[in-house]
């Protein structure tokens, strides 16, 4: 199709060419021929040899931060064997705007690669294409325009803040006598169950000595096979949970907790109070079904509709509560409801407090702001509510 100086052109040529005629001007008349020519021309150059131009697109990661830049790479092919003419290309990018730039004339057989940074400032997934190619004529006259229907899905996570290892035992309490606190989230091989007999072919490392010593035989230890320990992160959708912009905060304290986690080794699971959530994850690379549930969380509903009391994991409840912020009783009141064993607020309350704090004797950390969690569940660690694994 003819481009807007086309479009301009032409019947200016036309227009030309009648006018020479009726008035007799030979000059007027040749200037509008040409003019009207050319754009024929073009138009018949771009139907009769399309350019055979490709488009591979590459993203940095399918997976982002909130605010993490992104690199997209578009590989722009030429598969004739003539140069193409000067390519336009047009990427449209959910909620921003479209990323436009041109690529010189492409020898043929060759392959030029163009890239654009993305940032994105929100939460959910970001969807980049189609491709619309756009490729002209020298004379810029005529263009031959094609959509590459090809997408790319990108999820935009909320931020997540390293946190040390997590070293909590079995069954759901974050405050067990000291002697349970070198356990793991799970049970590890170096645990065991019971004493048995010899036999030939035991480890002699696993020998217990005292045993022996007491019943003049050797008797070895028998260990419980390895299993990792669970823990569920419940977030509170409850007004003013529902907003997006606390969504922004409460999600991303979820992430950090799950992310430490799995990377333990252990399993958990994401919840909310008005009963959506993830399955159990097992695997640090389940990482991305968490963080993807977490970059769609929108909204909820001001009741309580999750049910955590199987007893068979460790609970966090994460809450932008006023009420929880303000009031002990507000606050175990939720954690009892939750089965929490620790409580994490995000905001100010009206009468609570304006700056991150840790009251560990309650199970409770307070947040104003990113950057506090990782101090703040390091002090909860060492005073016992949850170990970390490395220093």
């Not at 390519?87 to 990323?99: P, W």
Request: a positive charge; glycine letters at 10%; one cysteine or more.
């Amino acid at each position: 199709m003819p481009t807007p100086v086309g479009w301009k052109l032409l019947p200016i040529g036309v227009a030309a060419v009648a006018g020479g005629r009726v008035f007799g001007i030979l000059e007027l008349y040749v200037i509008g021929a040409t003019a009207a020519i050319a754009v024929v021309m073009a138009l018949a150059v771009r139907l009769v040899h399309p350019s055979r131009l490709s488009v591979r697109r590459r993203v940095s990661s399918t997976m982002v931060a909130v605010s993490e830049p992104l690199d997209v790479r578009l590989e722009v092919e030429n598969r004739a064997r003539l140069p193409s003419p000067t390519v336009r290309i047009s990427e449209q990018v959910s909620g921003a705007d479209d990323a436009r730039f041109r690529v010189a004339p492409v020898p043929g057989g060759s392959v030029v690669a163009r890239s654009y940074r993305l940032q994105p400032a929100r939460r959910g997934v970001l969807e980049i294409g189609p491709t619309l190619v756009e490729d002209g004529d020298a004379l810029g006259l005529a263009r031959r325009r094609r959509i590459l229907k090809s997408c790319t899905r990108v999820v935009v996570h909320p931020p997540i803040e390293r946190l040390a290892s997590l070293r909590l035992p079995v069954g759901g309490d974050l405050s067990l006598p000291v002697e349970f606190r070198r356990r793991s989230l799970g049970l590890i091989s170096e645990e065991f169950d019971v004493l048995r007999p010899y036999t030939e072919g035991d480890d002699l490392r696993h020998i217990h000595w005292r045993s022996t010593a007491r019943l003049d035989e050797l008797v070895v230890r028998r260990f419980q096979p390895s299993r990792p320990g669970s823990l569920t992160v419940v977030i509170d959708t409850r007004p003013p949970g529902d907003a997006a912009a606390v969504q922004d905060h409460t999600t991303s304290v979820a992430a950090s907790i799950v992310s430490a986690v799995l990377r333990s080794g252990d399993e958990a699971r994401i919840l909310t109070t008005d009963g959506r959530g993830t399955p159990l994850l097992t695997h640090r690379h389940d990482i991305g079904a968490a963080l993807e549930f977490l970059a769609t969380l929108e909204g909820g509903r001001p009741t309580i509709e999750t049910t955590t009391t199987d007893g068979a994991s460790v609970v966090v409840a994460v809450t932008a509560s006023g009420d929880a912020i303000d009031d002990a009783g507000a606050r175990h009141g939720l954690a009892r409801r939750l089965g929490a064993s620790l409580v994490v607020t995000h905001g100010v309350g009206h009468r609570g407090p304006t700056s991150p704090a840790a009251d560990l004797e309650g199970r409770w950390i307070h947040l104003t702001g990113p950057g506090q969690l990782p101090g703040l569940w390091r002090l909860a660690a060492v005073a016992g509510r949850m170990v970390p694994a490395h220093p």
